[in-house]
């Protein structure tokens, strides 16, 4: 079973910046899609980026020239910058690693952006 475990999660100003990572247990697959989702109190989970192993990332629009998604294959890390925080970017955010035959997620972290 693969593993992801995430980090970096906490509570900054609006303005401010946050780095989150998020451990794979595994090496990657050419087949693998790296995501970042996230889940405010009583709202629906939504895509906040996402990337294939040598593809473009594509960003949700409520982020977008804000957060940027990476990923250190040496470290089987996936990483999300964070910047510009505001208010609404406050909720749990998970990772994801999914194919056509697997879906991955992690145990999330917290992000709480105080105004």
């Known amino acids: 079973q693969v593993q992801l475990v995430e980090s970096g999660g906490g509570l900054v100003q609006a303005g401010g910046s946050l780095r989150l990572s998020c451990a794979v247990s595994?090496?990657?697959?050419?087949?693998?899609?790296f995501g970042w989702y996230r889940q405010a109190p009583g709202k629906q989970r939504e895509l906040v980026a996402h990337?294939?192993?040598?593809?473009?990332?594509d960003y949700g629009d409520s982020v977008k020239g804000r957060f940027t998604i990476s990923r250190d294959s040496a470290k089987n890390t996936v990483y999300l910058q964070m910047n510009s925080l505001k208010p609404e970017d406050t909720a749990v955010y998970y990772c994801?690693?999914?194919?056509?035959?697997?879906?991955?997620w992690g145990q999330g972290t917290q992000v709480t952006v105080s105004s």
């Open positions: 994801r690693v999914w194919a056509l035959t697997y879906d991955y």
């Open positions: 595994r090496s990657t697959f050419s087949t693998d899609v």
């Open positions: 990337m294939r192993s040598g593809g473009s990332p």
